[in-house]
């Protein structure tokens, strides 16, 4: 079974209003690491297919958590900003606008290279080759956040057969024989941990709680 097949076809968006409620109170920390552990990836991610270097991207991902921290309450009041992925969406935008602004003031002698290199960007980030990256890396984003917080749940064991038969792909001999478990092991860690993974998944899908 291929991991991606664990996602639901028609929405692999971890809108949790739940979560978003708790961001305005800016001393919950907690919260502010579920937020930053489950999110930060994407935005990383997005930021490098733009053109952005490494440092660059970082950046990005610090201001956009910022920009999130300070809206959250107008993100609420104002339903017309659309889902929160929309809008999360449109701040990684601007992060990353801003960034390409910052190049054109580095040098005179680079000026022209980083117009060309924000014109770029700026095209494809009004395209639907844009809108295809970040659903992406939204999808590939969800399910990673549901192996880390999975794999933390589980016994090491468990989580290895997993990993090398559904994840790694090798043949569930070679699984066996590596960890020193009969093929039926491995068969049924697939199922016990691809189950606890589709329940994780569904979890950070969660929309139906609204903010208060």
């Not at 610090?62 to 300070?70: H, N, P």
Request: aromatic share 10%; hydrophobic share 40%.
């Amino acid at each position: 079974m291929s991991l991606m097949m664990m996602l639901p076809a028609d929405d692999f968006i971890p809108t949790r209003y739940s979560l978003l409620s708790r961001l305005q109170n800016w001393d919950d920390q907690d919260s502010w690491k579920d937020f930053f552990d489950t999110y930060w990836r994407v935005i990383y991610a997005v930021a490098l297919k733009s053109g952005l270097t490494e440092a660059e991207a970082q950046d990005v991902v610090q201001e956009t958590v910022i920009s999130v921290a300070k809206n959250i309450q107008k993100f609420k009041r104002d339903r017309k900003l659309g889902s929160f992925k929309g809008w999360l969406r449109n701040l990684t935008r601007w992060r990353i606008a801003d960034q390409l602004r910052k190049r054109t003031r580095v040098a005179p002698e680079e000026l022209e290279v980083a117009e060309e290199d924000a014109c770029d960007t700026t095209r494809i980030a009004d395209s639907a080759e844009d809108e295809s990256i970040w659903e992406n890396e939204w999808r590939v984003n969800l399910m990673k956040v549901a192996l880390e917080n999975v794999k933390r749940r589980v016994k090491e064991e468990h989580y290895q057969m997993f990993d090398f038969y559904v994840v790694k792909g090798w043949p569930v001999e070679k699984v066996a024989r590596t960890l020193g478990v009969s093929a039926g092991q491995v068969y049924l860690a697939k199922f016990r941990v691809g189950a606890l993974i589709k329940k994780e998944i569904r979890r950070l899908e969660t929309r139906e709680i609204q903010i208060d």
